[in-house]
């Protein structure tokens, strides 16, 4: 077991959707210090103002990118331990393939050459369900084939690929997360980019029907972000090294399940609108995705604690809360 006892950890992207949870997390523990790194790119410096009160986190510059290696390096001295959560979205990657490329590869390159240099003692390493593409097997374990068909999910196998050589060739630790359909405060609400859950609260909340494509049969595992943040954690803290986890409920929930729990707790009479895939999409996108959890509770100690309605009433509040301020 890792002690982050006095430790010193880089939380690089950790203004951001998970990041900002993860800092949250790490800071419920006796750590030493904890060290924000981010772009701003997505992350807002607001979500780390729950935060500010406490001397033991601070922000590295206003703003840094991993493609700058010489701000990277130093921002890494003396820390003990790195959790990388820093990438282009899915469909940001799908339009930005070159940015995707020198941000998710690159950039995950940089990041591991500065551990090694530094020589942190583990790193967690932020993938991503996409690396299985769509399920031939239901639930999804580890041993599940890479079938992904897409420049983000290839990005993430990348990503993996070299955890593995530098943890071969210097001996760096690390643990690699991949995250199913991840949800919750922070998650961008409003942009192009933005998840399934965000639009169909933002569709209701204007009124609108949401929308579903397909017939609505296609599901996934949703997994609420503060329970994705304890698993980050729990990384960090166990003996586990060279080994890839899945984060998620494991509990299968279709769209058209998920849209009529957010109608329910809404309370909203809106119906839902069908809209048929485009030739594209339908060739191209996920239509099952549903992860294993055992591997993650046997070697982490991870299990998730909000189930589905949990997690959205905790959603639904936070944007009452904060409207017009996401």
Known sequence: MNSLTNAKVLVI?????????????????DVGQVVVYDNFARGKRS?????RGDSRCTLFLDGADIRET??????????????????????????FPR???????????????????????????????????????????????FMNRNFYGASKIAGEAMCRAFYD??????????YMNVYGPHQDQT???TGVIPIMLNKIDANEPPVINGDGSQAYDFIYVEDVARCNVLALQADA??????????????????????????????????????????????????????????????????????????LIDWRQKNKGRY
Not at 20 to 28: A, D, R
Not at 70 to 89: F, I, T
Not at 120 to 142: F, H, I, Q, R
Not at 300 to 306: A, M, N, R, T
């Open 13 to 29: 992207g950790g203004a951001g959707f998970i990041g900002s949870h993860v800092v949250g997390e790490l800071l419920k523990t």
């Open 47 to 51: 979500y780390l103002d729950p935060y």
């Open 70 to 95: 010489d701000l990277l390096d130093k921002a890494m001295e003396g820390c003990d331990y790195v959790v990388h959560l820093a990438a282009m979205w899915l469909l940001h990657c799908k339009d």
């Open 99 to 145: 940015t995707a490329f020198h941000v998710n590869i690159e950039g995950t390159f940089n990041v591991l050459e500065a551990c090694v240099r530094h020589k942190v003692k583990k790193l967690v390493y932020s993938s991503s369900a996409s690396v299985y593409g769509d399920a031939v097997e239901v639930p999804m374990t580890e041993e599940h084939p």
């Open 169 to 178: 060739r210097y001996g760096l630790n690390y643990v690699g997360l991949r």
């Open 191 to 193: 942009a192009a980019y």
């Open 241 to 314: 090294t060279d080994q890839f986890y899945n984060v998620g409920s494991g509990v299968q929930t279709s769209i058209k399940q998920l849209c009529d729990l957010i109608l329910e707790l809404k309370r909203s009479d809106l119906r839902v609108t069908y809209k048929p895939y485009s030739a594209d999409d339908a060739r191209r996108l996920v239509q099952n995705r549903i992860g294993c959890p055992k591997k993650a509770v046997a070697d982490l100690g991870f299990e998730y604690s909000y189930g589905l309605r949990d997690g959205l009433l905790r």
